[in-house]
C-alpha cells in the first residue's frame, strides 16, 4: 500500500459523546488527519448495519462507529 | 431565557427581606464584549503572558486572555486584568489581542459596574474550597516534586488536563508506575488544620483515581491506598470499594509518618505502621494527598453580606430539619456550603433550595419570566428543496485553513441548491438578519450552515428560522470549524475537499429534510406522592405549597412511616414533635389529599398526563396527574444473629430508640453498653452500607454517657463511617470515652449467654487480644432494607438495583429523576440515608416535579421515533428500546387483524435503536431516518445523488 | 474669599483628616510626582491610600511635613486648608463605586418573582434551571469567567466513571 494513502473513512459520531468529542478535539486544537467524513447520529445504536456494509461495498475503506 | 447570567461578579450587599429583597452585584470587567466574541481563540493564541491556570490546579499555564476550560458557559473569552501587561502596564504596550482579535471584541474601556436586582429570594450555593496542604510541612507538598493534591492529580488524569491524560512523574516525565494516596489530608484533622470534620468525598475519589490510573499506565502499574477508615457510604460505593479490592488496588490501614523524596530526589519515600506495629518504609513514584473539601475562601464575607449565620467550621449554618434552610428568612443553601457533600447530595440539595424558594415566593410565579412566540409556519408541502447554503469564515478560523470562497462556488454546483454565500460570522447578529432576508427574497426552504458544532448553534439558526415561519427542522449544518478548520489547520488543501465533501453532505441530507413537529401535551397540574413517611410528606408539603393539589397514598393506615421510631437526629433534635406537626400540615392542607391504607394499581400515560387507579379503604377512584414522586421507604431488617430476638438485652436501634424515648432510666441503669456495626450490611447477602447506622450508633452511645458517665460504651465497627460534620459526633464520643473497637467480617464478635450475663467476644487489633465484655445491652446496627416495590416497579415500568432500592436516571446528576420522565424518587427508598438527607432529598423532588407541573404544556423534541407502512408487528423492537417507549397493537387492515407497533412520543428520546434493530425499515426515527444517513453516506462516497423531494 | 480655583471650606477645629492627590501636590509645590509618590511609599509622608488616587492624611501632619521639606508654611496652610476633608468613613475605607446601575424597579411591599443564585457550579446550575422552569427569574452570579465549577475540573465520576463533563 502506498505510503500516502490517504483512506476515506465514515464516521457515525454520536451526538451526546464521540462528537461532543469532535467538538472538543477542535476546541483544543489537536491535529489528526482529515480522511473521516463525520455523520452525527442520536446514538451509536441507531446505526443500521446494512448501511455500514453498503458503505464499505461502495467505496468507503473504513467505517468507524463512535459512542 | 428567564437566566441572567453574570460571570466575573459578585455579590456585594443583601438589603431588604425575604420576598423583597435587593442584592448589589460588582460586575467586573471582562476587557471582551460577549456579543461580538466567537471564541475563536485568538487572543489567547496571540497574548504572550502565560500565567498558572487555576482550572488545571495550577499544574498548568494558561494566558492571559483566556477561556476557563474548553467547554466553559458562556464560551467566551475573559481578559485578566490582574495579569494583562497593557492593564498593568500602560499604554504603549502589547494590546496582541486588540490587534489581532478579528471581531474587534476587545474592549479595553470595559469598566467595573456595580448593578442592582429586585429578587424574592436568595440561594447561596458558592461551592467549596479544596484544601491546601502547603501549610503541614510532613506531607512533602510543594517541597516534593513527585507529592501532588488530589485535584492536581484529577487534572494529570484528564483528556483535557495538561499531559492530556498521559501521566508523568513531575520530577523527571517518566511514567509513574507506583502511586500512593493518602486520605485524610486536610479532614479529620485537628492538630494541623482546624478541619475536625470528614471530607465525605475522598475516599471514593481516590479509589476512582485509583482505578482509572490503571487505565492510563501501560501493565496497569500498582496503586496503594492509605487510609483510616474506608467511607463508602453512598449507593452503590460499597461495591466499588469490593471491585477496586478485587482489581487489585492495595488498600493499607495506616497513615505515613515520614514523606520523603525518593532515591536521586525522583519518587517518594515514606514509612509507616502496619496494624499489627510492624515499622514499613517503600517508595512510590507519586503520592497523591487526598485532599479535603474546606468552606469557600469568601464564607465569612459572604455571610457578613448577607446576614446568614455559619457553623464552626464555617459552612453555612442550617436546621435539621430544614437542610436549605439558612439562619435568615428568604435565603437558602445549595450544594455543598452547608458542609463537605458529594455530587448527588448537592445536586439534590440545590434542588431543594430551589423549591423551598419556589414554595416561598409562589404568588409572584410567572411574573417575571417571558416565554418567546413566533410565527406560523409556512406550508411547505409539494415544494422541491430549494436550499440555502451559508458558509461562515469565523473570522479567520475557517478562512485561514479551508478556501471559504471555492467551498461557496462548489456549494452553487451541488443539486438543489439554489443560493450560496459567504459570511464573515454566520452567527453574528447582521448576519442573522441577512438570512432571513435571503430566505425571504429567494423563497428557500431548506438551509445548510457550513460553520460549527449543530451542539452549539443549531438551536440559534432553528430560532432564526422560525422567526420567518420556517420548521426549525429544515437547516442541516456542516461542522467545518470544530471538525476541520481546527484540526487540519497544517493541510489546507485537503481540508477545503473535506469541507467540500461535509457541504455536500449536509446538502444530501437536506434535500431529505421535512417538517416536523414538536408534540405538545397539556400538562396536568396535579402530583401524586407514593409513602407516607417522611419524605414522602415533605415531597408532598413542597408541591401542594407551590401550588399544585397532590394525592398522597400511604399504604399503612398512619402517616409517619420510620421517623414515628425514632428519639432524635444526630444534633440531638427531638424527632417527634416535628413529625407530629408536619403530619398535622399534611391532613390540614387544602391542596393535599393524604389517602392510607392505599395503594397504586396502575398506571397509564407518560410525563404531564399520567392515570391511575388509586385504591383506599376499599373504594377505587381514578386520578391523572402531571408527575409523581416515589418515596417508598425501607425498612429495618430483622438481625438473625448476635441472639437478637432471644434475649430480651438485645435491641436493633429502633427499638433502642424506642427504649431511650419511652423509658430512658432503664437505658440509663445499664452498667455497660455494647454497639455492634454492620449487621447484616456490607456482607455477602446485603453488599451495601446502610449509611446512617454509624452516627445512629454514636449519638446513642453518646446520649447513654451522657445519662451515666460511669457506663461502659463499646462500639464495635468495621470502618467508622460517621462521614461530614458527623465526624465531630465520633470525636467528641471518644473524648467521652467511649471505646471503639474494629472488627474484621473473617472474625466476627460472637454473643453468649452464660449463665444471667450476656458476653461479647472480639479481638481486639490495638492490643492483638481477644475480650470479652460482660455486657447489659447490646445494641445492633441493623441493616437498612428497601420496601417491596416490586409492584410500583411493574405498574411505572421503573427499574431498581439488584439490591431493590429504587434506580435514579443518572448518580451524579440527576439524583431524584427517574428514568421516565415525570417520575421521581426521595428517601430511604431510593438508598438510606439521615432524615435530615431524606427531607432535603424530597424537597428536591417536589421541586422537580413543580417544573414539570408549572409548564401549560409539555414541549418534547421532535427527535422521536415513527411507525411506517412497512411495520408488520415482528416486534424486534420492542426488546431493543431501552426506554419500553414501543408496544404492541391490533388494528384492521382490509378486513383482517393485523399486528404492528406504537411509540410512546413522551417516552422516545430518540436514540434509534430501533431502527437499526428493524429488518424492515418499519420504525424510523424523525430527522436520522435511514434514507437521511444514506443520503450522507452517499454523499460522502460522493456517489450520484437521486434528487428526492419530501 | 475663597482664591484661585479652590472652594475654601470653613475650618474646623482641631487636626481633621483630609484628602490629598499625588499629582496636585506635586504641582502646587513645585516637585516632581514621583517625589511626592516616593515620599508616601517610604513613609516619610504618612498618608494612606484611599479610593480614587486619593490619599487620607492629618491636616497639620501634612503642614508640619511641607515645612520640613522646605515649603513655606503659609503656602503650606494653604494647600492644606484647600484640600478636601475626608467625608466619612465609609468613603475612606472602601474603593469609591462606580455608579449604580438599577435594572429593575423596584415594588415594595410586594413578592418578588426571582431569584438571585449565588455561585456557578453543578449545585447552582441546577437551582437556577429548576426555578427558571418552575416560572422565576434567576438571576446567576459566578465570580468567574465562565459557569461549571469543581466538577468541571473532574475527569471522570464514579461508580459509573462516566466523564465528568
Not at chain 2, 86 to 101: N, T, W
Not at chain 2, 360 to 368: D, K, P
Not at chain 2, 614 to 619: D, K, L, N, Q
Given at each position: 500500500m502506498a505510503r500516502d494513502f490517504e483512506p476515506k473513512i465514515i464516521g457515525f459520531l454520536c451526538n451526546w459523546c464521540a462528537y461532543a468529542g469532535g467538538d472538543l478535539a477542535g476546541v483544543m486544537r489537536i491535529q489528526y488527519p482529515p480522511g473521516m467524513r463525520a455523520i452525527r447520529v442520536m446514538c451509536s445504536g441507531m446505526v443500521p448495519p446494512d448501511l455500514v456494509l453498503e458503505a464499505l461495498v461502495k467505496g468507503a475503506d473504513g467505517v468507524i462507529v463512535m459512542g | 431565557m428567564n437566566i441572567n447570567l453574570l460571570t466575573l461578579s459578585e455579590i456585594t450587599g443583601v438589603a431588604g427581606e425575604a420576598g423583597d429583597f435587593t442584592v448589589t452585584?460588582?460586575?467586573?470587567?471582562?476587557?471582551?464584549?460577549?456579543?461580538?466574541?466567537?471564541?475563536?481563540?485568538?487572543?489567547?493564541?496571540?497574548?504572550?503572558?502565560?500565567?498558572?491556570?487555576?482550572?488545571?490546579?495550577?499544574?498548568?499555564?494558561?494566558?492571559?486572555?483566556?477561556?476557563?476550560?474548553?467547554?466553559?458557559?458562556?464560551?467566551?473569552?475573559?481578559?485578566?486584568?490582574?495579569?494583562?501587561?497593557?492593564?498593568?502596564?500602560?499604554?504603549?504596550?502589547?494590546?496582541?489581542?486588540?490587534?489581532?482579535?478579528?471581531?474587534?471584541?476587545?474592549?479595553?474601556?470595559?469598566?467595573?459596574?456595580?448593578?442592582?436586582?429586585?429578587?424574592?429570594?436568595?440561594?447561596?450555593?458558592?461551592?467549596?474550597?479544596?484544601?491546601?496542604?502547603?501549610?503541614?510541612?510532613?506531607?512533602?507538598?510543594?517541597?516534593?516534586?513527585?507529592?501532588?493534591?488530589?485535584?492536581?492529580?484529577?487534572?494529570?488524569?484528564?483528556?483535557?488536563?495538561?499531559?492530556?491524560?498521559?501521566?508523568?512523574?513531575?520530577?523527571?516525565?517518566?511514567?509513574?508506575?507506583?502511586i500512593a494516596w493518602i486520605q485524610c489530608v486536610g479532614s479529620r484533622n485537628t492538630n494541623q488544620c482546624d478541619n475536625g470534620y470528614c471530607s465525605s468525598v475522598c475516599c471514593m475519589y481516590a479509589m476512582k483515581q485509583?482505578?482509572?490510573?490503571?487505565?492510563?499506565?501501560?501493565?496497569?502499574?500498582?496503586?496503594?491506598?492509605?487510609?483510616?477508615?474506608?467511607?463508602?457510604?453512598?449507593?452503590?460505593?460499597?461495591?466499588?470499594?469490593?471491585?477496586?479490592?478485587?482489581?487489585?488496588?492495595?488498600?493499607?490501614?495506616?497513615?505515613?509518618?515520614?514523606?520523603?523524596?525518593?532515591?536521586?530526589?525522583?519518587?517518594?519515600?515514606?514509612?509507616?505502621?502496619?496494624?499489627?506495629?510492624?515499622?514499613?518504609?517503600?517508595?512510590?513514584?507519586?503520592?497523591?494527598?487526598?485532599?479535603?473539601?474546606?468552606?469557600?475562601?469568601?464564607?465569612?464575607?459572604?455571610?457578613?453580606?448577607?446576614?446568614?449565620?455559619?457553623?464552626?467550621?464555617?459552612?453555612?449554618?442550617?436546621?435539621?430539619?430544614?437542610?436549605?434552610?439558612?439562619?435568615?428568612?428568604?435565603?437558602?443553601?445549595?450544594?455543598?456550603?452547608?458542609?463537605?457533600?458529594?455530587?448527588?447530595?448537592?445536586?439534590?440539595?440545590?434542588?431543594?433550595?430551589?423549591?423551598?424558594?419556589?414554595?416561598?415566593?409562589?404568588?409572584?410565579?410567572?411574573?417575571?419570566?417571558?416565554?418567546?412566540?413566533?410565527?406560523?409556519?409556512?406550508?411547505?408541502?409539494?415544494?422541491?428543496?430549494?436550499?440555502?447554503?451559508?458558509?461562515?469564515?469565523?473570522?479567520?478560523?475557517?478562512?485561514?485553513?479551508?478556501?471559504?470562497?471555492?467551498?461557496?462556488?462548489?456549494?452553487?454546483?451541488?443539486?438543489?441548491?439554489?443560493?450560496?454565500?459567504?459570511?464573515?460570522?454566520?452567527?453574528?447578529?447582521?448576519?442573522?438578519?441577512?438570512?432571513?432576508?435571503?430566505?425571504?427574497?429567494?423563497?428557500?426552504?431548506?438551509?445548510?450552515?457550513?460553520?460549527?458544532?449543530?451542539?452549539?448553534?443549531?438551536?440559534?439558526?432553528?430560532?432564526?428560522?422560525?422567526?420567518?415561519?420556517?420548521?426549525?427542522?429544515?437547516?442541516?449544518?456542516?461542522?467545518?470549524?470544530?471538525?476541520?478548520?481546527?484540526?487540519?489547520?497544517?493541510?489546507?488543501?485537503?481540508?477545503?475537499?473535506?469541507?467540500?465533501?461535509?457541504?455536500?453532505?449536509?446538502?444530501?441530507?437536506?434535500?431529505?429534510?421535512?417538517?416536523?413537529?414538536?408534540?405538545?401535551?397539556?400538562?396536568?397540574?396535579?402530583?401524586?406522592?407514593?409513602?407516607?413517611?417522611?419524605?414522602?410528606?415533605?415531597?408532598?408539603?413542597?408541591?401542594?405549597?407551590?401550588?399544585?393539589?397532590?394525592?398522597?397514598?400511604?399504604?399503612?393506615?398512619?402517616?409517619?412511616?420510620?421517623?414515628?421510631?425514632?428519639?432524635?437526629?444526630?444534633?440531638?433534635?427531638?424527632?417527634?414533635p416535628m413529625l407530629d406537626k408536619m403530619i398535622r400540615d399534611v391532613q390540614n392542607h387544602p391542596k393535599i389529599d393524604a389517602l392510607t391504607n392505599a395503594r397504586v394499581l396502575n398506571a397509564t400515560g407518560s410525563v404531564g398526563h399520567f392515570e391511575s387507579d388509586?385504591?383506599?379503604?376499599?373504594?377505587t377512584r381514578r386520578i391523572s396527574y402531571g408527575a409523581a414522586v416515589l418515596a417508598t421507604g425501607a425498612s429495618e431488617s430483622v438481625p438473625d444473629e448476635y441472639r437478637y430476638g432471644t434475649d430480651d438485652r438485645v435491641y436493633t436501634h429502633l427499638g433502642f430508640d424506642r427504649l431511650m424515648t419511652e423509658t430512658p432510666e432503664k437505658a440509663a441503669a445499664a452498667g455497660s453498653a455494647v454497639f455492634i456495626q454492620c449487621v447484616g450490611s456490607r456482607d455477602e447477602k446485603r453488599p451495601w452500607c446502610s449509611r446512617l447506622c454509624c452516627t445512629h450508633s454514636v449519638k446513642a452511645a453518646l446520649d447513654l454517657k451522657e445519662k451515666n458517665p460511669e457506663m461502659d460504651v463499646f462500639i464495635l465497627y468495621r470502618d467508622m463511617r460517621t462521614y461530614g460534620l458527623n465526624e465531630d459526633l465520633y470525636t467528641r464520643a471518644r473524648n467521652a470515652g467511649v471505646l471503639f473497637i474494629r472488627y474484621d467480617l473473617e472474625n466476627k464478635p460472637q454473643v453468649a449467654a452464660e449463665g444471667d450475663d450476656l458476653i461479647v467476644r472480639v479481638f481486639d487489633p490495638v492490643s492483638r487480644k481477644k475480650i470479652a465484655i460482660d455486657t447489659d445491652l447490646l445494641i445492633l446496627a441493623a441493616a437498612v432494607v428497601p420496601n417491596n416495590v416490586e409492584e410500583l416497579v411493574n405498574i411505572y415500568r421503573c427499574a431498581t438495583n439488584q439490591d431493590g432500592f429504587l434506580n435514579e436516571a443518572h448518580p451524579k446528576l440527576r439524583p431524584v429523576d427517574m428514568a421516565a420522565d415525570g417520575l421521581f424518587v426521595a428517601g430511604i427508598g431510593a438508598y438510606p440515608k439521615p432524615i435530615g438527607e431524606s427531607i432535603s432529598q424530597a424537597q428536591a423532588a417536589a421541586s422537580r416535579a413543580g417544573a414539570i407541573l408549572a409548564q401549560p404544556v409539555m414541549h418534547l423534541d421532535a427527535i422521536k421515533s415513527h411507525v411506517t407502512q412497512y411495520c408488520d408487528g415482528c416486534a424486534i423492537c420492542l426488546d431493543a428500546c431501552p426506554y419500553d417507549a414501543i408496544s404492541i397493537t391490533t388494528h384492521?387492515?382490509?378486513?383482517?387483524?393485523?399486528?404492528?407497533?406504537?411509540?410512546?412520543?413522551?417516552?422516545?428520546?430518540?436514540?434509534?435503536?430501533?431502527?437499526?434493530?428493524?429488518?424492515?425499515?418499519?420504525?424510523?426515527?424523525?430527522?436520522?431516518?435511514?434514507?437521511?444517513?444514506?443520503?450522507?453516506?452517499?454523499?460522502?462516497?460522493?456517489?450520484?445523488?437521486?434528487?428526492?423531494?419530501? | 474669599m475663597p482664591t484661585g480655583f479652590h472652594l475654601r471650606l470653613p475650618v474646623t477645629g482641631g487636626n481633621p483628616m483630609i484628602q490629598i492627590r499625588i499629582g496636585r501636590l506635586a504641582w502646587q509645590i513645585g516637585v516632581h510626582r514621583n517625589t511626592v509618590g516616593n515620599w508616601i511609599r517610604t513613609g516619610a509622608l504618612a498618608a494612606r491610600p484611599i479610593a480614587g488616587r486619593r490619599y487620607a492624611i492629618e491636616k497639620n501632619r501634612l503642614i508640619r511635613f511641607l515645612a520640613s521639606r522646605g515649603v513655606d508654611e503659609a503656602l503650606a496652610a494653604e494647600i492644606a486648608e484647600n484640600c478636601e476633608p475626608l467625608r466619612h468613613r465609609k468613603e475612606e475605607e472602601q474603593p469609591k463605586q462606580p455608579p449604580m446601575k438599577t435594572k429593575e424597579v423596584s415594588m415594595s411591599n410586594k413578592t418578588i418573582g426571582s431569584v438571585m443564585v449565588v455561585g456557578g457550579g453543578i449545585a447552582s446550575i441546577q437551582a437556577s434551571l429548576d426555578l427558571a422552569d418552575s416560572g422565576y427569574y434567576v438571576h446567576l452570579v459566578e465570580k468567574n469567567a465562565g459557569i461549571g465549577g469543581r466538577m468541571a475540573q473532574l475527569d471522570k465520576t464514579f461508580p459509573t466513571n462516566d466523564c465528568a463533563m
Open positions: - | 452585584v460588582r460586575k467586573k470587567p471582562r476587557y471582551i464584549d460577549m456579543d461580538k466574541c466567537i471564541a475563536c481563540g485568538i487572543c489567547a493564541e496571540k497574548c504572550p503572558k502565560l500565567v498558572s491556570d487555576e482550572y488545571n490546579a495550577g499544574t498548568a499555564r494558561r494566558k492571559s486572555a483566556y477561556i476557563q476550560y474548553g467547554q466553559t458557559v458562556p464560551l467566551k473569552y475573559a481578559i485578566d486584568p490582574d495579569t494583562c501587561i497593557f492593564i498593568q502596564k500602560g499604554k504603549g504596550k502589547c494590546l496582541a489581542c486588540e490587534k489581532f482579535c478579528p471581531t474587534g471584541a476587545i474592549n479595553f474601556q470595559d469598566k467595573e459596574e456595580l448593578l442592582e436586582f429586585n429578587v424574592g429570594a436568595v440561594i447561596l450555593s458558592p461551592g467549596h474550597k479544596s484544601f491546601d496542604p502547603s501549610g503541614i510541612d510532613f506531607y512533602g507538598y510543594k517541597t516534593i516534586p513527585d507529592v501532588l493534591t488530589g485535584l492536581e492529580y484529577e487534572r494529570m488524569l484528564s483528556p483535557s488536563g495538561p499531559v492530556r491524560g498521559h501521566l508523568e512523574k513531575p520530577s523527571s516525565g517518566k511514567t509513574p508506575e507506583n485509583a482505578l482509572v490510573t490503571e487505565t492510563h499506565i501501560p501493565g496497569g502499574g500498582r496503586q496503594t491506598i492509605f487510609f483510616m477508615d474506608m467511607r463508602c457510604h453512598g449507593k452503590e460505593f460499597e461495591l466499588y470499594y469490593n471491585y477496586a479490592t478485587e482489581r487489585g488496588i492495595r488498600f493499607i490501614r495506616a497513615r505515613p509518618h515520614t514523606i520523603e523524596p525518593g532515591p536521586g530526589g525522583s519518587g517518594v519515600a515514606m514509612e509507616y505502621f502496619t496494624e499489627d506495629g510492624r515499622k514499613v518504609r517503600e517508595e512510590f513514584d507519586l503520592t497523591v494527598l487526598s485532599t479535603g473539601l474546606e468552606a469557600p475562601r469568601d464564607a465569612i464575607d459572604l455571610a457578613e453580606k448577607t446576614g446568614i449565620r455559619l457553623s464552626p467550621y464555617r459552612f453555612a449554618e442550617t436546621g435539621g430539619f430544614e437542610p436549605v434552610f439558612s439562619s435568615k428568612e428568604g435565603i437558602y443553601i445549595g450544594g455543598s456550603f452547608a458542609g463537605p457533600m458529594n455530587i448527588p447530595t448537592a445536586v439534590a440539595n440545590a434542588s431543594a433550595a430551589a423549591g423551598q424558594a419556589a414554595r416561598a415566593l409562589v404568588s409572584a410565579r410567572n411574573t417575571l419570566t417571558k416565554q418567546k412566540t413566533y410565527p406560523p409556519e409556512f406550508n411547505l408541502t409539494g415544494q422541491k428543496p430549494k436550499i440555502g447554503v451559508f458558509v461562515c469564515s469565523c473570522g479567520v478560523n475557517i478562512a485561514a485553513t479551508v478556501d471559504v470562497n471555492a467551498l461557496v462556488d462548489y456549494a452553487k454546483t451541488l443539486p438543489g441548491v439554489a443560493y450560496a454565500e459567504n459570511n464573515l460570522f454566520s452567527c453574528s447578529t447582521d448576519a442573522q438578519k441577512q438570512l432571513a432576508d435571503v430566505i425571504r427574497k429567494q423563497n428557500l426552504n431548506r438551509v445548510v450552515i457550513a460553520a460549527c458544532s449543530p451542539r452549539t448553534h443549531e438551536p440559534l439558526f432553528q430560532d432564526t428560522l422560525m422567526e420567518q415561519g420556517i420548521n426549525g427542522y429544515l437547516v442541516e449544518m456542516a461542522n467545518i470549524r470544530n471538525h476541520n478548520a481546527w484540526v487540519h489547520q497544517k493541510n489546507p488543501e485537503q481540508a477545503t475537499q473535506k469541507a467540500k465533501d461535509q457541504v455536500r453532505m449536509a446538502v444530501a441530507k437536506a434535500q431529505t429534510l421535512y417538517p416536523l413537529e414538536r408534540m405538545e401535551v397539556p400538562v396536568v397540574g396535579r402530583s401524586l406522592v407514593i409513602g407516607g413517611g417522611v419524605a414522602g410528606m415533605s415531597a408532598a408539603l413542597g408541591l401542594a405549597d407551590q401550588g399544585y393539589d397532590t394525592v398522597l397514598v400511604e399504604h399503612s393506615g398512619e402517616l409517619g412511616g420510620n421517623a414515628k421510631n425514632l428519639h432524635t437526629t444526630a444534633r440531638g433534635e427531638p424527632i417527634r388509586i385504591e383506599a379503604g376499599g373504594e384492521a387492515q382490509n378486513g383482517r387483524t393485523a399486528k404492528r407497533v406504537e411509540t410512546d412520543k413522551a417516552l422516545c428520546k430518540g436514540c434509534g435503536i430501533c431502527q437499526a434493530a428493524c429488518p424492515k425499515g418499519g420504525i424510523l426515527v424523525h430527522g436520522f431516518t435511514i434514507e437521511q444517513l444514506q443520503a450522507q453516506v452517499h454523499a460522502a462516497l460522493d456517489l450520484p445523488q437521486a434528487m428526492t423531494a419530501s | -
